[in-house]
């Protein structure tokens, strides 16, 4: 699935969240942004370098 952080929100509100692959990229935005609109315990499973982006493969605490 792919797409923002209420899509993940809502499959994480169904209970049929397992995992999140996020890509950051290297930008400051302030006081930045939540990656998920409401609170999902994540556990970081691997991270790796792709070019500038971190990718960083998070599972769900249930």
Partial sequence: MVGGGD???QFADAGV???LIVS????TLGSGKP???RHVELRLEECGQNGEFLCAR???VR
């Fill in 58 to 60: 998070y599972s769900v």
């Fill in 17 to 19: 969240l397992d995992e």
């Fill in 7 to 9: 899509v993940a929100g």
């Fill in 24 to 27: 950051f990229a290297p930008v």
């Fill in 35 to 37: 990656l998920l609109p």
